[in-house]
């Protein structure tokens, strides 16, 4: 095993082809000791990852936080917790994915896709970056209506969420001041908490229960966390905040890194656009490889409860340890030329990737991405058949997200 900081996840170079030198690191040490920015171990190896890490609560604690900083405690609550409480914040967040919730925002979904291409196709230039235009704003404006947050302020919200996570992966300031930045979000959301409080009072409700989701409030995740229950109780104001952050974190950059992931590596090649467009039919397997080449989150942390051990390394207790999910994604024991962006690997094989992570912590928003990405592409196939690159992408900065912030593209 390495100690030296001589792969550098913070240098320029290593950040800009993330998934490939990650992969590499993770070929030569399956479990790497980084001793840099800040101190960690990495786990690159599929099989500890999937079937240890992810799945054994008792050694890899979450509630410690899943980036390289120690969790602030006034967060460790709502999804920041360990199973069995874990497990009933999981079921009041599934409320929010039942199939007939999804069926409701597949139809939000490609009203947004066809204003979006409206706006891009009313531009007499015809060309502009694809992420500003596209890949960001309809995510986000998506999770805005999901959360019944105001959908004008989509770009505060992204920009708080980037502002948080950018923190805890790659600033070295004490967990106080990201806790500060968190204070920020979580006073605009309890302004949107106490006014559906407000409404409930006035309808002279003082137990609120899911009854009241879709009537006498709105039928969105701050009505769900209102009303539901955990352990026989309803959630604290802290707890909702904690988990509509967990959400807009989770669940914004990661997509919209996935949409201009795939279409960069679609449009790189136009051999695999034509080919796309071609045969539609591709298009999960187009999603999915992008969620396995190019995974919009590169890895995530842990913190071992007990003194373990990994490939017969000993990690000692209390130590932060990073599953590499971009190196494990290439493990060519499982995907043939593992380094290679392919459009016809079967289905099964493909799906083996940890992108949306495993165990009692997998994505809750799997369903959904996997949904929306598909149908952005239908769109995008039938509607901007012609669209093609026009420049270098710009990688979005930082550790551990993967994505870009300029996809310059044309269309006719
Ligand atoms: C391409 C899109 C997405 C990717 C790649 C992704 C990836 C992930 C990963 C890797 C985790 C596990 C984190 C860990 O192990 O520490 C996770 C958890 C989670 N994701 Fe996603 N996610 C995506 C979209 C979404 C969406 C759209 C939502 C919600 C609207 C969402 C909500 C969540 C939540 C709530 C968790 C926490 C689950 C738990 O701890 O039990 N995600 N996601």
């Known amino acids: 095993m390495k100690t030296e900081a001589d792969f550098d996840f913070y240098d320029k170079a290593v950040e800009d082809r993330a998934?490939?030198?990650?992969?590499?690191?993770?070929?030569?040490?399956?479990?790497?000791?980084?001793?840099?920015?800040?101190?960690?171990?990495?786990?690159?190896?599929?099989?500890?990852?999937?079937?240890?890490?992810?799945?054994?609560?008792?050694?890899w604690l979450y509630s410690r936080?899943?980036?390289?900083?120690?969790?602030?405690?006034?967060?460790?609550?709502?999804?920041?917790?360990?199973?069995?409480?874990?497990?009933?914040?999981?079921?009041?967040?599934?409320?929010?994915?039942?199939?007939?919730?999804?069926?409701?925002?597949?139809?939000?979904?490609?009203?947004?896709?066809?204003?979006?291409?409206?706006?891009?196709?009313?531009?007499?230039?015809?060309?502009?970056?694809?992420?500003?235009?596209?890949?960001?704003?309809?995510?986000?404006?998506?999770?805005?209506?999901m959360l019944g947050a105001p959908e004008e302020k989509h770009l505060q919200y992204k920009q708080w969420a980037d502002e948080f996570m950018y923190d805890h992966y790659n600033n070295k300031t004490d967990s106080a001041e990201a806790g500060e930045k968190a204070q920020l979000i979580a006073a605009s959301l309890s302004g949107l908490i106490a006014e559906r409080r407000r409404v409930l009072q006035e309808a002279g409700v003082t137990e609120p229960s899911l009854q009241e989701v879709g009537t006498v409030l709105p039928d969105d995740f701050i009505s769900?966390?209102?009303?539901d229950k955990v352990d026989g109780r309803h959630l604290t104001e802290w707890e909702i905040i904690s988990l509509l952050l967990s959400i807009i974190n989770g669940g914004n950059e990661t997509t919209m890194n996935l949409i201009s992931n795939l279409l960069w590596r679609l449009l790189e090649k136009p051999e695999r656009w034509e080919q796309l467009k071609a045969n539609p039919d591709l298009i999960p397997n187009a999603v999915e490889e992008s969620l396995r080449f190019d995974p919009p989150l590169l890895g995530m942390f842990r913190t071992t409860a007990k003194e373990t051990e990994l490939k017969g390394e000993v990690i000692p207790?209390?130590?932060?340890?990073?599953?590499?999910?971009?190196?494990?994604?290439?493990?060519?024991?499982?995907?043939?030329?593992?380094?290679?962006?392919?459009?016809?690997?079967?289905?099964?094989?493909?799906?083996?990737?940890?992108?949306?992570?495993?165990?009692?912590?997998?994505?809750?928003?799997?369903?959904?991405?996997?949904?929306?990405?598909?149908?952005?592409?239908?769109?995008?196939?039938?509607?901007?058949?012609?669209l093609r690159l026009t420049g270098e992408p710009v990688i979005v900065p930082g550790f551990s997200f993967w994505g870009l912030v300029d996809l310059p593209v044309a269309w006719d």
Request: hydrophobic share 35%; glycine share 6%; net charge negative.
């Open 317 to 386: 207790e209390g130590e932060k340890v990073m599953y590499s999910i971009a190196a494990a994604n290439r493990d060519p024991a499982i995907w043939e030329n593992p380094d290679e962006f392919r459009l016809d690997r079967d289905m099964a094989t493909l799906r083996k990737h940890v992108s949306f992570s495993g165990g009692s912590h997998l994505c809750l928003g799997i369903h959904l991405a996997r949904m929306e990405v598909r149908q952005v592409f239908e769109k995008l196939v039938e509607r901007l058949p012609n």
């Open 224 to 227: 769900r966390f209102i009303c």
């Open 65 to 145: 936080g899943t980036s390289p900083k120690e969790l602030d405690p006034r967060m460790a609550c709502g999804m920041m917790t360990e199973p069995p409480h874990h497990n009933g914040i999981r079921i009041i967040v599934q409320r929010g994915f039942t199939p007939k919730q999804l069926e409701r925002i597949a139809v939000e979904i490609d009203q947004l896709a066809d204003e979006l291409i409206d706006g891009m196709q009313a531009m007499p230039e015809k060309r502009g970056n694809f992420f500003k235009l596209f890949a960001m704003p309809l995510p986000a404006r998506l999770m805005c209506r």
């Open 19 to 59: 998934p490939e030198a990650w992969s590499e690191l993770g070929r030569k040490h399956p479990i790497y000791h980084y001793r840099g920015r800040f101190d960690f171990y990495v786990s690159s190896d599929y099989d500890d990852i999937k079937n240890n890490i992810l799945v054994d609560n008792d050694t």
